[in-house]
């Protein structure tokens, strides 16, 4: 399953991953190309500010990737910063629904597939 810049400019961004969760088979990817909020403290501050100006344009800037994946089957599998200012994310996360077993890492936040 792919989705490209459609997580933080839906109203419900729960049902959204919960949709692409369904519809892809246990053990299979869920792609996503997308803002998540940066790291950085600084930017992230300024991500926080213009949220709410960005909201009436019809995305978010301070939505978190551990928030969206939080509750969910997925498993970040891989994850790197894809444009030349480095905001957006490309995530692939493998759908451990069925509970499928996985040997897992914890690092910087993200639970991720053992390599």
Known sequence: ????YVVTAVPDYRKVVNEMIRVCKPGGRIVML???????????AVEK??????????????????????????????????????FWHLVECVNK??????????ANGYASLQA
């Open 1 to 4: 399953v792919m989705a490209a």
């Open 34 to 44: 997308n803002h998540f909020s940066n790291g950085n403290k600084v930017i992230a």
């Open 49 to 86: 500010l213009i949220s709410p100006l960005c909201k009436h344009i019809g995305f978010r800037t301070d939505l978190a990737l551990n928030t969206v994946l939080e509750g969910t089957s997925l498993l970040v599998a891989s994850k790197k910063k894809v444009n030349p200012l480095r």
């Open 97 to 106: 629904k069925n509970g499928q077993e996985h040997e897992m890492v914890y």
